[in-house]
């Protein structure tokens, strides 16, 4: 292989390996903004205080309902 051949190749690795990295890292961070946005509406099994907003939600209807706003 010529010498310019190689250093093709070396580039085309280093931006394959480079695009790999940056896939792998924007996946992660979607992946740890879906469980927050997860654990923000439906509530954390590890926080017994927070049901999430779909229960907060449900409980200011019914407080809402009895004392007839809605």
């Known amino acids: 292989m010529t010498p310019t051949v190689q250093y093709v190749i070396a ?7 480079t695009a790999a990295v940056g896939t792998l890292g ?14 923000t ?8 205080a927070w049901d999430g907003l779909v229960e907060m939600v449900l409980r200011h209807r019914e407080v809402l309902e009895e004392e007839g706003h809605l």
Do not use: C, D, H, S
């Not at 580039?11 to 390996?17: C, K, L, R």
């Not at 509406?41 to 017994?48: R, T």
């Open 26 to 39: 924007i996946a992660a961070t979607m992946w740890r903004n879906q469980k927050r946005i997860l654990r």
């Open 11 to 17: 580039v085309a690795a280093a931006i394959t390996a």
């Open 41 to 48: 509406i439906f509530g954390a099994e590890q926080n017994e």
